[in-house]
């Protein structure tokens, strides 16, 4: 039962540099999220995914950048890093109006 | 606009003591509340909602809440810990069953001593 899968689950940049931080489910949901975890703060919405070929921002999407693959994957691509968004990155899953999110294990990101 | 406050860091209890993590909510409707458990290295786990009904929810792992709209809380219980309970929890408030609008506490990191 996989779930939510992430990769990578840590990831050390250099400030400038891009990456992907890359999400997959298999339970057939249509929403997806990316949230950023830091210490005190709680999780905070990056962007969701209601559906395949939609996406919209969260609460802090300065810096990033999302795509929706398909069903099934979705995407968070930091095109040029900056030391405030080192931090714990999770995706997650959700059938619409059930409330419940399926997380990932989270991926460890710190930019120097 | 919707918030949650966790009035505690940290806490810590003794295994087989009981439990009680405090939520507070501000939102002006009738709010739908979540428990989210986090086991150190892992994501998060849903423990409980609330949506409606009856104002006392049993979650997993023996884990119960009680809604109580005049105190605006959602407290976590439990009456027996046990070692494998160490794990930061967070309280959740949405305005609907949309994990969309979902607003997350600050979380509490729950201690065992054995």
């Known amino acids: 039962n996989a779930g939510v899968t992430q990769t990578p689950k840590f990831q050390v940049l250099k400030t400038g540099q891009s990456m992907t931080l890359q999400c997959a489910q298999d339970m057939n949901h249509n929403s997806m999220y990316w949230y950023r975890q830091d210490p005190g703060m709680g999780l905070r919405l990056i962007y969701y995914s209601a559906s395949e070929g939609t996406t919209d921002k969260g609460e802090v999407p300065n810096g990033y950048n999302v795509s929706r693959l398909n069903k099934r994957e979705f995407s968070l691509r930091l095109e040029s890093a900056a030391p405030s968004q080192t931090s714990v990155y999770f995706c997650?899953?959700?059938?619409?109006?059930?409330?419940?999110?399926?997380f990932g294990e989270g991926s460890r990101l710190t930019v120097l | 606009a919707q918030s949650v406050t966790q009035p505690d860091i940290h806490i810590t209890v003794s295994e087989g003591a009981s439990l009680e993590l405090r939520c507070n909510y501000s939102?002006?409707?009738?709010?739908?509340l979540f428990w989210y458990v986090q086991s150190p290295g892992q994501g998060l786990q849903l423990l409980l909602k609330y949506f409606s009904g009856d104002t006392l929810v049993q979650g997993i792992k023996g884990f119960e809440a009680e809604f109580k709209r005049s105190q605006s809380s959602f407290n976590l219980r439990k009456p027996s810990v046990h070692w494998s309970d160490a794990a930061e929890y967070f309280c959740?408030?949405?305005?609907?069953?949309?994990?969309?609008?979902?607003?997350f506490g600050s979380g509490t990191q729950l201690t065992v001593l054995p």
């Open positions: 997650a899953s959700s059938e619409e109006g059930r409330g419940e999110l399926f």
């Open positions: 959740a408030v949405g305005a609907s069953g949309s994990a969309r609008q979902l607003t």
């Open positions: 939102y002006g409707a009738t709010p739908y």
